[in-house]
């Protein structure tokens, strides 16, 4: 049985940081893709970042590129999310998930982590 546990998450004001964790049981992070989506009120799931598990070769959607940084620890079999200059945009629930490959969408992913809010204040 495979389960994503997230943590980090919570209120911050605008321009601050935040760090999301994605540790897995029942399936090996380093040899599967992973990404994070998120999901604001009203909006669809979109993709955040994703990591490759051959290279270890990240993406990242416009809005968060050069803010956000995606990283593994194969150790932990753990993913993080590091987010900063939080902006209020960025307010949403973050998922992350995995996949054969890094899921660049929602159907594309076969495991699910629980959600974790992020709210940005400004």
């Known amino acids: 049985q495979v389960q994503l546990i997230q943590s980090g998450g919570g209120l911050v004001q605008a321009g601050g940081s935040l760090r999301l964790s994605c540790a897995a049981s029942?399936?090996?992070?380093?040899?599967?893709?992973v990404a994070w989506f998120r999901q604001a009120p009203g909006q669809e799931r979109e993709f955040v970042a994703g990591?490759?598990?051959?290279?270890?070769?990240?993406l990242y959607s416009d809005s968060v590129k050069r803010r956000f940084t995606i990283s593994r620890d194969s150790t932990k079999n753990t993913v993080y999310l590091q987010m900063n200059n939080l902006r209020r945009e960025d307010t949403a629930v973050y998922y992350c998930?995995?996949?054969?490959?890094?899921?660049?969408?929602?159907?594309?992913?076969?495991?699910w982590g629980q959600g974790t809010q992020v709210t940005v204040s400004s």
């Open positions: 998930a995995t996949g054969a490959d890094v899921p660049v969408s929602p159907d594309a992913a076969d495991y």
């Open positions: 029942g399936r090996t992070l380093s040899s599967h893709g």
């Open positions: 990591i490759d598990w051959r290279d270890d070769g990240t």
